[in-house]
């Protein structure tokens, strides 16, 4: 089962599973099977945006002045999320082009892992702006233990997969020949249904980081942000959020497709086998999101936000992402704790018509700043 | 503006007037019923509540995974009678 990148076999894209049928041909969108990964496309390029539009002069100043302890938070945040779109930057293209099998799919993966590419170099953005040097929070990520810890779970159920697709696609699933030592450097007996298993299993990994994860994280910008600070950092924080909210739906998608066998009708049966793992996931995401949330507070909570509630919405979150895919909701908590986070996630309030004044590219030459008094001369009453 | 009040939007067991030029989240709040939302824009899914009774149609199409028998509120109008649960 080698890739190939045109596949010659004349095939009917309508019939094709989701993942693992006959690599993609001819990249046609006039009839789908899942229309709705078209529909992601044509809105994910809708909230097309760059860093650069949005200025982040003033945040510096609004930097300096915080106390440490508010600096931290801050920092630690930007870190963490430069390490997740790092990796979804990337992953989704390796681990699943390979095996994509339908054409709107195919481009839904790439616009996404596209626009998270967009939030990587936002982060740069902000960082160039808020330090003359940054290096030293780029170098942190990979060395900070607490990023660390969350990082190789996300990053291990896409290694899994991608270890056991590249197999698959150099050497076939026959094993007779050659035998799959996997990444604990065990021999394991692959078969597609085992494969199909993990990319199950990482599709679960990738919904609860587009869900919980990032969420902490943006709630203490917008925290900021309603104190009037750092607001420049918000707005790009702002558009993140409407990106992630969407591809988040597409995961959402994916998994309800598979569980409601209206895809691949061996990936519904993993779907049931596989149905308390992918609760675990979630939930392991979220209890390291509570851990993350107690690092960022070590020091001192901020006006606005502390640990405790925090933790609450990392839970209140959970349920409702949980719910979104078929599963009961774990926690209690039935009310959002910080309700004013709603305002910053409504998509219809991201405004990014070019007259607005944040847009530093479309201000340039917009004013004339030599104008002499003599040019005023011809001037009568 | 003419509002049309004269259809009703049982929410849980309760009946409420419904307005159908708005959509079901609109009339929730305008019957100040706190309800989920999020993007307001039919992708997030936040908004879903159980259909018991009745049709919606959407205004745009709804990006987010819609179970049989649910609805999203957010980009949804009816035009008659409709029961609803939320989660």
């Not at chain 1, 930007?78 to 699943?96: C, E, W």
């Amino acid at each position: 089962m080698a890739y190939t990148t045109f596949s010659k076999i004349a095939n009917d894209a309508m019939k094709e599973p989701m993942f693992f049928g006959n690599p993609v041909n001819v990249a046609r969108y006039d009839q789908q099977k899942f229309e709705v990964f078209e529909k992601l496309i044509e809105k994910q390029l809708s909230f097309f945006w760059r860093p650069e539009e949005i200025d982040v002069s003033r945040d510096r100043i609004d930097f300096m002045n915080l106390p440490d302890h508010e600096q931290h938070i801050f920092i630690s945040n930007l870190k963490y999320q430069t390490l997740l779109d790092s990796i979804q930057g990337r992953s989704p293209n390796v681990a699943f082009l390979p095996i994509v099998s339908l054409p709107e799919l195919e481009t839904w993966i790439e616009t996404w892992s596209f626009s998270e590419t967009i939030h990587s170099r936002s982060y740069t953005h902000i960082l160039r702006n808020l330090f003359t040097d940054p290096s030293e929070v780029f170098e942190d990520i990979v060395t900070n233990e607490e990023i660390q810890k969350r990082a190789s779970d996300i990053a291990g159920y896409y290694d899994t997969l991608i270890h056991a697709v590249q197999f698959m696609q150099l050497h076939g699933l026959d094993q007779q020949a050659v035998d799959y030592i996997n990444l604990e450097g065990q021999k394991e007996t692959l078969s597609l249904r085992s494969i199909k298993k993990k990319l199950y299993l990482c599709i679960c990994s990738v919904n609860a980081l587009e869900a919980i994860r990032f969420y902490v994280s943006f709630a203490c910008s917008f925290a900021f942000a309603e104190r009037d600070l750092l607001e420049g950092n918000a707005k790009i924080i702002k558009l993140i959020a409407r990106d992630e909210a969407l591809h988040l739906t597409s995961t959402q998608q994916i998994l309800n497709l598979w569980a409601d066998g209206r895809d691949d009708p061996e990936m519904a049966e993993i779907a049931l086998e596989c149905f308390s793992e992918g609760r675990d996931i979630f939930l392991k995401a979220a209890e390291q999101e509570k851990e993350w949330a107690q690092y960022l507070f070590k020091d001192g909570s901020m006006i606005g936000l502390n640990e405790a509630i925090l933790c609450q919405y990392v839970e209140y979150i959970t349920n409702q992402r949980m719910q979104a895919i078929g599963y009961e909701a774990p926690f209690d908590i039935k009310t959002n704790p910080i309700p004013w986070i709603n305002h910053w996630l409504v998509s219809d309030n991201v405004q990014v018509a070019p007259q607005e004044a944040e847009i530093s590219s479309y201000l340039v030459g917009q004013i004339n700043s030599k104008v002499d008094s003599d040019e005023l001369s011809s001037f009568e009453l | 503006m003419s509002k049309n009040t004269s259809k009703t939007l049982t929410v849980d067991g309760i009946e409420y007037p419904l307005d159908t030029q708005k959509t079901v989240l609109e009339n929730l709040e305008s019957q100040a019923i706190k309800v989920e939302f999020h993007c307001r824009d039919g992708h997030c899914g936040a908004c879903r509540c159980a259909l018991l009774s009745g049709d919606v149609n959407y205004r745009s199409y709804p990006l987010a995974y819609v179970r049989k028998n649910d609805i999203l509120t957010c980009c949804s109008q009816a035009s008659s009678d409709i029961k609803i649960a939320t989660y």
